[in-house]
């Protein structure tokens, strides 16, 4: 099956810094991804869609200027916590797809602010 | 907004068989899916269902729907170690891998 990787799998930062979190997709092109954040114990919440080329499309509540979306290619978006605090700590989970096809999960990212 | 439901934990022993329980509230759901997440991996889809359909059945996985109690179970028959992993369901309206809306996810915990 379609392969998506994320980078890092998991990042300790201070309080204020910002954190880049990639997500791949290594065997197919990916002209849609998602990225989904996961609290313990909870379920995927749905936090912005990123087409190839285009402006990622938010979810209610999620804020654009915190959270920092790029999918500058059809192999690769970025997700950019900015001066991150503690609430931000998460676990971040990336999934693209290409055309009309499911959704293929990366492993996830565990984001701790300290 | 939609909102889909199961419970947290569930633990059978070796050889049987799991049922794991969804419920759903938004009636326009056409698609309702079931994935497996394990430890240190992305979710992998294990199977779906149209909602037009009562039952699908792929090896040892039995997905039974119930549209109008709006209730979606997923039965692993001869549960092995290897199921050990928390199990979400998610529903969407359109398909074609666009937006899912998932459950809170059953932990399965096989014992021997």
């Known amino acids: 099956g379609a392969v998506v990787s994320q980078h890092p799998s998991w990042v300790i930062c201070k309080s204020g810094t910002s954190v880049k979190i990639e997500c791949r997709s290594l065997?197919?092109?990916?002209?849609?991804m998602f990225w989904y954040r996961q609290f313990p114990k909870q379920s995927l919440m749905l936090m912005a869609t990123?087409?190839?080329?285009?402006?990622?499309?938010?979810e209610q509540g999620v804020e654009k200027d915190k959270f920092l979306i790029n999918h500058a290619s059809l192999t690769l978006s970025t997700l950019t916590v900015t001066s991150a605090h503690p609430e931000d700590s998460s676990f971040y989970i990336c999934?693209?797809?290409?055309?009309?096809?499911?959704?293929?999960f990366g492993p996830g990212t565990r984001l701790t602010v300290l | 907004g939609e909102d889909v439901e199961q419970s947290l934990f569930l633990s059978v022993r070796e050889g049987d068989s799991s049922v794991i329980n969804c419920t759903y509230t938004?009636?326009?759901?056409?698609?309702l899916y079931w994935y497996k997440q394990e430890p240190g991996a992305g979710l992998q889809l294990l199977t779906y269902?149209?909602?037009?359909?009562d039952m699908k059945q792929d090896q040892r996985l039995t997905v039974l729907l119930n549209k109008k109690d709006k209730h979606l179970s997923l039965r692993i028959a001869d549960t092995q170690t290897g199921d050990s992993a928390i199990y979400f369901c998610?529903?969407?309206?359109?398909?074609?891998?666009?937006?899912?809306?998932f459950g809170t996810g059953t932990q399965l915990k096989v014992e021997l």
């Open positions: 999934s693209a797809k290409e055309s009309y096809n499911e959704q293929f």
């Open positions: 065997d197919f092109q990916a002209t849609t």
């Open positions: 990123s087409n190839e080329g285009s402006k990622a499309t938010y």
């Open positions: 938004d009636s326009s759901s056409t698609y």
């Open positions: 269902i149209f909602s037009n359909m």
């Open positions: 998610a529903e969407s309206s359109t398909g074609g891998g666009n937006k899912l809306t």
